[in-house]
């Protein structure tokens, strides 16, 4: 190196020193004060939560810490005049024309003292005039909210508490949720109905998506039985049997995309397998197939929930990925506290319909498995109690659990059966159930997805016509033709089963499968440095499925450029990710991507564990997608992403270092509740570095941007969430346009 003049230096240094300078002050000082509340970049945001309120106020506004919900009904007189025309039925029973929405105001005060408005849409509740208290015109009421949420439910019910066994309805659904069944999260709340007599009400969130959610689950279809012919129209049937058969609760997600409605049809499928073949008031099945089935029946029948086992009270949420229908807890009318149990040994002699139940059902089986499970902490479940506002004392809820445990006991001695299904279903649903009644009003029908058919039955099945399925065709549970209408029974009966198209299952470390869909993807193993490369040769995707630990392993895929693109996010597989790991445990696991045209090139979903290092390069959408997981990451490269690069929902995840290269759309995406923290990020052209949306909380340490449109945009998206809150202890970003914060959102710039 020649020798420099020493002035010479001196300037060169000192031109630095300005440059660095100028750098530093525009990165982090015109940047981070450079923000504005609204952006025409921004198209998914919708209105502040509550009045704008802040995300440290909005963390206590949980179930329960709500002090009232008030009801103010828009248009009193309609719904006054709704509720005298069915008190003057005269029948018990509230027919569905009496169930019309009415406009109302919600106002929702909690203990903080915050008090928030939402419009909403409220019906009667209830099959029964039990629902409604004549002595002062209260009545149960379902309610929806329009434009905001509480505790993230949007959807719920308020329950007169005589119509649910009071406090009892409270303890079942805890110790239900205990035990790791899907449960509706339930609490006492006081209120009042157009500024009138205070009434104590049973809150209990509905079955929707945010329910399936809070579970973290997958969004699919939801099933109940059908009462169509259960108690109106069953007076219209020659015999006054009940004819029993499923339907979907989630009609709008079951139209959403034509792979929706395979998936939904396949729940439907599962469900009317089960009920045609139980021939009774109570499901029987295989246990061998649906042991979650028979574990939530068992803890039912031992809560003495009967009415919850009844076939046409019952609902499920289907689970695509293992093939199931998931019992969800509804309406038990548990009687435990009020008399004794009677469960007698199994013999032939056998009269109550219940004591048929144990011992058709494998419950002694079941039984057994609970036994074990069960450790309760009396203390802390009774504080929980007491957090819902339950009124019972803590020795009566110490002899409910009691009487539990002995009732499982019980049934543990029991000699019960498993029952075998039998492959024709649809018979036994001829013999069992319509026993050749006609009626000209009525009839069924069958979806054929694979040939684009509709078959449509007469009442008894004996007669059917076929009829092309329509364009923007939608899957109905009733269907109008020429006056009759006719009720959905499913696919499988008219030889159109869903195939399940995986083509190869492989079996590693402890349960692990691996599972390849839609084709015969290249899977090769060098055990010795337990590297597994993967290549995708035209629309194959690769599930890892659990449960199970997968160790040590670095996993190389590669995806070709023959794939056909879907214009759905979500396949019939409920499936998003060219390579899924689904409900497994990770450690010290590397992965590499390359040329994704997936929706996603890596999705986690109910993962757990850590990761040294993903890298991914040229994917057509988003990069990576972590939903429902508890995940640590030492490294996150990704170059090229059509969307986003990283994607948050519903997870806990800590991320030492993460670089992010030409991102579409947002280089890391963080919603749905998730909290994160993240050591060190650097983006470079990034249409959005970092969104936190949704009531998530997020922590980076050092933050890095260059050449982005945005480099913070922190909003509300979705009507089940609040506001979120951000901290970033070094912020040095560059973009073209001001940091877009909507009121309520929560930043803090350290430095």
């Not at 009487?403 to 019960?416: A, G, H, R, T, V």
Request: hydrophobic residues 35%; charged residues 25%.
């Amino acid at each position: 190196m020649t020798n420099q003049p020493n002035n010479l230096k001196k300037v060169t240094f000192l031109g630095i020193l300005i440059v660095s300078f100028f750098v530093f002050n525009f990165f982090s000082t015109e940047k981070k004060l450079n923000t504005d509340n609204s952006s025409p970049l921004i198209d998914d945001e919708i209105e502040p939560y509550c009045e704008s309120i802040d995300f440290g106020r909005s963390q206590h506004m949980k179930l329960e810490n709500i002090e009232r919900i008030d009801v103010n009904f828009i248009n009193k007189t309609n719904w006054y005049n709704n509720m005298f025309s069915v008190i003057e039925e005269s029948e018990d029973f509230i027919f569905e024309n009496r169930k019309s929405r009415f406009d109302a105001k919600i106002n929702v005060s909690y203990l903080n003292g915050v008090n928030c408005n939402f419009n909403g849409r409220v019906r009667l509740s209830g099959d029964f005039q039990d629902h409604i208290r004549k002595s002062d015109l209260s009545s149960s009421l379902d309610i929806h909210l329009e434009n905001g949420h509480i505790d993230n439910i949007v959807r719920f019910k308020l329950f007169l508490p005589e119509t649910r066994r009071n406090d009892t309805e409270i303890v079942l659904t805890t110790i239900m949720e205990k035990l790791g069944f899907l449960v509706p999260r339930t609490i006492r709340v006081n209120s009042s109905i157009d500024n009138q007599k205070e009434i104590e009400y049973i809150f209990q969130e509905k079955l929707a998506k945010e329910f399936i959610e809070h579970k973290s689950l997958r969004e699919s279809v939801l099933l109940e039985t059908s009462e169509e012919f259960y108690w109106e129209k069953r007076k219209l049937l020659d015999s006054g049997l009940p004819i029993l058969f499923g339907k979907f609760l989630n009609n709008s997600w079951v139209n959403r995309t034509d792979f929706n409605q395979l998936i939904s049809l396949k729940g439907l499928d599962q469900l009317n397998m089960t009920i045609f073949q139980s021939n009774g008031s109570y499901l029987k099945y295989d246990y061998k197939k649906n042991l979650d089935l028979l574990l939530f029946d068992t803890a039912i029948y031992a809560l003495d929930g009967h009415h919850g086992l009844a076939i046409h009270n019952r609902k499920f949420y289907y689970d695509n990925f293992s093939d199931t229908i998931l019992p969800i807890y509804y309406d038990a009318d548990s009687q435990i506290s009020l008399r004794e149990t009677s469960i007698t040994p199994c013999n032939e002699e056998l009269v109550d319909e219940y004591q048929k139940v144990a011992c058709n059902n494998y419950f002694s089986y079941g039984a057994s498995l609970l036994l074990e499970k069960i450790n309760f902490d009396i203390d802390n479940l009774y504080d929980e109690l007491l957090s819902k506002k339950i009124n019972i004392s803590k020795s009566e809820f110490t002899k409910i659990v009691e009487k539990f445990i002995d009732n499982l006991n019980k049934l543990s001695k029991l000699d019960s059966k498993n029952f075998n299904d039998s492959e024709d279903a649809l018979s036994l649903f001829k013999s069992n159930y319509l026993m050749n009644i006609e009626n000209e009003n009525y009839g069924f029908y069958f979806i054929n997805q694979n040939d684009q058919i509709i078959k449509f039955c007469n009442f008894g099945l004996q007669e059917c016509f076929i009829e092309k399925i329509q364009n923007n065709y939608q899957l109905e549970n009733i269907l109008k033709v020429e006056n009759k209408e006719y009720f959905l029974l499913g696919s499988f009966f008219s030889d159109n089963s869903v195939e399940e198209n995986y083509i190869n299952e492989i079996k590693i470390e402890d349960e692990i499968q691996i599972r390849t869909f839609n084709g015969p993807a290249e899977i090769n193993f060098d055990s010795s440095t337990k590297t597994m490369y993967i290549i995708l040769n035209k629309n194959e995707k690769i599930l890892f499925q659990g449960p199970g630990s997968l160790v040590d392993w670095t996993i190389v895929i590669q995806d070709s450029n023959n794939r056909e693109i879907s214009k759905y996010r979500q396949d019939e597989y409920s499936l998003t990710g060219c390579v899924t790991f689904l409900n497994l445990k990770l450690e010290n696991i590397t992965v590499f991507s390359k040329d994704s045209l997936c929706e996603d090139a890596i999705n986690f979903v109910n993962v757990s564990g850590q990761l040294n290092k993903v890298e991914i390069e040229n994917s057509s959408f988003d990069s990576v997608d972590v939903d429902f997981s508890n995940l640590d990451f030492d490294q996150i490269d990704i170059f090229n992403s059509g969307n986003d690069c990283l994607d948050v929902s519903f997870s806990n995840i800590n991320i030492s270092k993460i670089n992010v290269n030409n991102c579409n759309d947002k280089g890391f995406s963080v919603g749905e509740k998730s909290d994160v923290n993240l050591d060190s990020l650097y983006s470079n052209k990034s249409k959005i570095v970092v969104a936190v949306k949704d009531s998530s909380k997020v922590k980076i340490n050092n933050f890095t941007g260059l050449d982005a449109n945005i480099c913070i945009a922190m909003y509300r998206k979705k009507q089940e969430f609040g506001p979120s809150y951000l901290n970033i202890n070094s912020y040095n970003c560059l973009a073209k346009n001001s940091n877009f914060i909507q009121d309520g959102q929560e930043v803090n710039i350290e430095k």
